[in-house]
């Protein structure tokens, strides 16, 4: 599964794809030029090989690239009427798989994945059930919003090589220099640590544990500004729902993830 999750409309999804494969299968051939690299073929050979797969596309009723036109498949984005300012949009479900992302909240929590959410898939495109999509985001939603006002985080050995810090002294003084720096994050890791200097942390406990790859450290237990992002995240899911089940067309809609 990709970073982020897009809605489209397709007039005829399987004639769309069959035709976007044989555009990819013979428009790879057309640059073949003799099993010669991109960097080894001559001008009039990129050009003759960029004519050939304009053609392809042409005959396929693609765009020039192979990509479907307006009438066959179309992307949907719009500003969630309930959260207008939110990144998650109707139709656009960012899913950054760093601690921030979404992904990472349900895991925290014990929740479903998106991919649980959306049911089993066979590649980076399906039709999902969007009544039971609505109802397990709705449900998510609520549970997000009644659970924990807390947020964790690993702090582990440092996997570039930088050298630990073995007193209170030369710990002092790696903040100091980093504030010195003026960082333009004010939430950042690099090698000689995890720093969050615009917001500090409100940290509740301390713990020696075991992270991702049995890596020995801490787990760090805080207490962030707002969670509120990610129950309304779910509900422009819910949201999303609504608005492809209010389309006379509600077949014709995929979901596809970035690759």
């Given at each position: 599964m990709g970073l982020?999750?897009?809605?489209y409309w397709y007039r005829d999804y399987e004639d769309a794809k069959r035709r976007g494969e044989e555009y990819e299968a013979r428009s790879t051939r057309?640059?073949?030029?003799?099993?010669?690299?991109y960097e080894?073929?001559?001008?009039?050979?990129?050009?003759?090989?960029?004519?050939?797969?304009?053609?392809?596309?042409s005959e396929l009723g693609l765009q020039e690239w192979g990509t479907a036109n307006e009438s066959d498949a179309r992307k949907i984005k719009e500003n969630s009427k309930k959260y207008p300012e939110h990144l998650w949009k109707i139709g656009y479900f960012r899913s950054s798989y760093n601690e921030a992302g979404i992904h990472h909240i349900l895991s925290e929590r014990g929740l479903p994945s998106l991919e649980e959410i959306f049911g089993k898939y066979d590649e980076y495109c399906l039709r999902p059930d969007w009544h039971?999509?609505?109802?397990?985001?709705l449900t998510i939603a609520k549970a997000l919003a009644q659970?924990?006002?807390?947020?964790?985080t690993f702090i582990g050995p440092n996997i570039f090589g930088h050298e630990p810090i073995r007193s209170e002294r030369e710990a002092l003084v790696a903040v100091e220099e980093e504030i010195k720096r003026g960082s333009?994050?004010?939430?950042?890791?690099?090698?000689?640590?995890?720093?969050?200097?615009?917001?500090?942390?409100?940290?509740?406990?301390?713990?020696?544990?075991?992270?991702?790859?049995?890596?020995?450290?801490?787990?760090?237990?805080?207490?962030?500004?707002?969670?509120?992002?990610?129950?309304?995240?779910?509900?422009i899911l819910a949201e999303t729902c609504d608005w492809v089940l209010a389309q006379p067309?509600?077949?014709?809609?995929?979901?596809?993830w970035s690759s």
């Open positions: 982020d999750i897009y809605l057309a640059w073949g030029c003799g099993g010669k690299k080894q073929m001559t001008e009039a050979e990129i050009e003759s090989s960029r004519s050939a797969c304009a053609a392809i596309a039971r999509v609505r109802s397990r985001a659970g924990s006002p807390y947020r964790t333009e994050f004010g939430s950042y890791s690099n090698k000689v640590g995890t720093f969050e200097l615009k917001e500090p942390m409100q940290v509740v406990a301390i713990m020696p544990g075991i992270g991702h790859f049995e890596q020995p450290g801490c787990w760090c237990v805080y207490k962030p500004g707002d969670l509120i992002f990610y129950p309304q995240c779910m509900e067309d509600p077949q014709n809609f995929y979901l596809h």
